[in-house]
């Protein structure tokens, strides 16, 4: 497809359960970005990934997240021992360069 | 201090009027400012972006950026009921992580 890709668009799941959210950006675009939006709430970043390059995890809000970019291309965000608090939409971005991004879709999880 | 703050609204405006929406961001240094649209249950778009002092206009869109004040605006002309969304301003500084406000919302009344 010509956007960025996100799976699931929803998920539901037990507290203290496993997550992982997939994205798959943009042909060609270098640059991922995931940010997550609780309802009603702005844009809160959570991790970068730029080509070859040591991911940015600065956002990450707790060692129960994790990230991984394969190739270059696909990436998978990891959410540990779900707490309710962790329900939001999780958006993932591409970027051709620094600047301007692409998002996704989102997917909606729900921990109940 | 919040790093990009925007008044959260909601804003009301009558079909055919100006809606003008303000941003306030903290780092001086940033270069680049990004104004996206995100309607009710979707991802955030990309609208308009500036990267110079003064106005920037795309259609019925304008973006005025004023660095020394740290101010950047976006102006809807002629607004239509398809305009009732949330706005972002987003604030790129040196690095690249774009810092998003918490957007404002905009009510067009037909």
């Known amino acids: 497809g010509a956007g960025v890709s996100q799976s699931p668009s929803n998920k539901v799941t037990e507290k203290g359960k496993d997550v992982e959210l997939r994205c798959d950006p943009i042909s060609g675009h270098t640059a991922l970005y995931w940010y997550r939006q609780s309802l009603g709430q702005g844009l809160e970043f959570l991790i970068y990934f730029q080509g070859n390059s040591a991911p940015d995890k600065s956002g990450l809000p707790s060692d129960r997240f994790s990230a991984e970019r394969t190739g270059g291309s696909v990436s998978t965000l990891t959410i540990q021992r779900t707490q309710q608090e962790d329900s939001a939409v999780y958006l993932c971005?591409?970027?051709?360069?620094?600047?301007?991004?692409?998002f996704g879709e989102g997917s909606w999880l729900t921990v109940v | 201090q919040k790093e990009v703050e925007q008044n959260s609204g909601p804003l009301s405006v009558p079909e055919g009027a100006i809606a003008s929406l303000n941003c306030t961001y903290s780092d001086r240094g940033s270069q680049s400012f990004f104004w996206y649209r995100q309607y009710s249950g979707k991802s955030p778009e990309l609208i308009m972006s500036?990267?110079?002092?003064g106005d920037k206009e795309d259609g019925r869109f304008t973006a005025q950026l004023n660095k020394a004040s740290q101010y950047v605006s976006l102006l809807i002309r002629d607004s239509q009921p398809s305009d009732s969304a949330t706005y972002l301003c987003?604030?790129?500084?040196?690095?690249?992580?774009?810092?998003f406000g918490a957007g404002t919302t905009v009510t067009v009344r037909a």
């Open positions: 987003a604030v790129n500084g040196n690095d690249y992580k774009l810092s």
């Open positions: 500036i990267y110079s002092n």
């Open positions: 971005a591409s970027s051709p360069r620094k600047n301007t991004i692409y």
